[in-house]
T-cell receptor
Framework: DVKVTQSSRYLVKRTGEKVFLECVQDMDHENMFWYRQDPGLGLRLIYFSYDVKMKEKGDIPEGYSVSREKKERFSLILESASTNQTSMYLC??????????????FGPGTRLTVL | AQRVTQPEKLLSVFKGAPVELKCNYSYSGSPELFWYVQYSRQRLQLLLRHISRESIKGFTADLNKGETSFHLKKPFAQEEDSAMYYCALSSSGGYQKVTFGTGTKLQVIP
């Protein structure tokens, strides 16, 4: 059973704080993703990584950075949190293979509130 | 650029009625398409994928390249189908970037 875990379910931070969201997967997947999920906007890709130390910008990378030092771990960093980054953050992983079979496995999500 | 459009934010149907959740896409290559579902208080999970041509929980989806659509259908809605549904497109080459639609909330009325 694929497991994707996220370090926190709920997080409350203050404007300007540096925030770390951690994601760990245990299925040796090459690809990892960070999304934010907002009502009416669906899932929007922030960053993804297809290998250790490799990263690619998604559709809304501004205000975020990522780190992937180990294959199983993908961190999302908010350098200076702002109120418009209040959202549900979802991590996902998928194996590298035929695109039609690259099912994404999601974590439970972290609901971040920035005050 | 790849894009997925789900025109309905909310779809309400009566139990036993047919369901069709619409999905249209824009992609220059050969698309790989998926439907994901999120039940209340559960993780987002794969429902079905185009390439497998499968039926899961009574749901099917057909890729229509002429209309660039991948609508999700079920002949008879059940209360347990109430959930948030997302259509997703994966690029077929390169980094296999996945783009999700904005989602449709399906509400099945008893």
């Amino acid at each position: 059973d694929v497991k994707v875990t996220q370090s926190s379910r709920y997080l409350v931070k203050r404007t300007g704080e540096k925030v770390f969201l951690e994601c760990v997967q245990d299925m040796d997947h090459e690809n990892m993703f960070w999304y934010r999920q907002d009502p009416g906007l669906g899932l929007r890709l922030i960053y993804f990584s297809y290998d250790v130390k490799m990263k690619e910008k998604g559709d809304i990378p501004e205000g975020y950075s990522v780190s992937r030092e180990k294959k199983e771990r993908f961190s999302l960093i908010l350098e200076s949190a702002s109120t418009n980054q209040t959202s549900m953050y979802l991590c996902a992983s998928s194996p590298l293979g035929l695109a039609g079979y690259n099912e994404q496995f999601f974590g439970p999500g972290t609901r971040l509130t920035v005050l | 650029a790849q894009r997925v459009t789900q025109p309905e934010k909310l779809l309400s149907v009566f139990k036993g009625a047919p369901v069709e959740l619409k999905c249209n896409y824009s992609y220059s290559g050969s698309p790989e398409l998926f439907w994901y579902v999120q039940y209340s208080r559960q993780r987002l999970q794969l429902l079905l994928r185009h390439i497998s041509r499968e039926s899961i929980k009574g749901f099917t989806a057909d890729l229509n390249k002429g209309e660039t659509s991948f609508h999700l259908k079920k002949p008879f809605a059940q209360e347990e189908d109430s959930a948030m549904y997302y259509c997703a497109l994966s690029s077929s080459g390169g980094y296999q970037k996945v783009t999700f639609g904005t989602g449709t909330k399906l509400q099945v009325i008893p």
